[in-house]
């Protein structure tokens, strides 16, 4: 595979593009304690961002049953998208590198753990909306790291796999990538950490994103 022959970006969303990391860890704690579960450390509930909802309950609680797992998505959903205290900006540059990289014509899209109605909010509220080509979500198909999304978004754009790139912040991004077939750049500033991603072999680790426009062109 050629590293510079790629027509479509993808990228994760939060921890990739949004630092949103905070916000999740703090909504989940108290989602978890009002429920009176049993607790969860910050860097227990960092480790499944990324996955689908019902996964990433289904990894912090294996043994709870299927109504606690439902009504601690349900409190999660609703502590989330009330949270106002906790802010959720994009990272340094990436509101920039996004236009410049549709500007050279790349196609960009979004693969995310995220559910529809939380993209949707988090798109309007970062005025990123136009820039993207196309949109998946957990709660529309597979959760990462089944390449679903991946091969939807591929499907519906007409890309063939070895002109797309995923871009994340987790292993679980980087093992899409490599169930779909597609080549994973790293972003080394989210919730996983540099050894779990070179584990997952990708063809570079950054540490901001304009760092992938640089790479792109070089």
């Not at 921890?15 to 989940?28: E, H, K, N």
């Not at 753990?113 to 820039?131: I, Y």
């Not at 959760?143 to 987790?170: F, H, R, V, Y």
Request: proline residues 5%.
């Amino acid at each position: 595979m050629s590293e510079k022959n790629f027509k479509l970006l993808i990228f994760d969303w939060d921890g990739t593009l949004m630092d949103s990391a905070p916000r999740i860890v703090a909504s989940f704690q108290a989602a978890i304690s009002d429920l009176n579960m049993e607790k969860r450390s910050p860097a227990q509930i960092r480790h499944i961002i990324g996955l689908g909802l019902n996964e990433a309950i289904a990894t912090l609680f294996p043994d709870v049953s299927t109504q606690q797992c439902l009504q601690l998505a349900s409190r999660y959903r609703h502590l989330f998208l009330g949270n106002q205290t906790l802010a959720t900006p994009l990272f340094p540059g990436v509101a920039e590198t996004l236009q410049s990289l549709e500007t050279a014509g790349y196609w960009l899209a979004v693969a995310t753990g995220k559910s529809r109605k939380g993209l949707s909010r988090a798109l309007a509220e970062s005025q990123l909306t136009t820039l993207f080509h196309s949109t998946r979500c957990a709660d529309e198909t597979c959760s990462k790291p089944n390449p679903q999304m991946l091969q939807e978004i591929m499907d519906e754009l007409g890309i063939a796999p070895n002109q797309t790139l995923m871009i994340g912040d987790t292993q679980y991004d980087l093992q899409m990538a490599h169930n779909a077939g597609v080549g994973s750049v790293a972003v080394t500033y989210g919730v996983h950490d540099k050894d779990l991603l070179f584990a997952c072999h990708p063809l570079i680790c950054i540490d901001s994103l304009p760092a992938l426009s640089a790479w792109l062109h070089s």
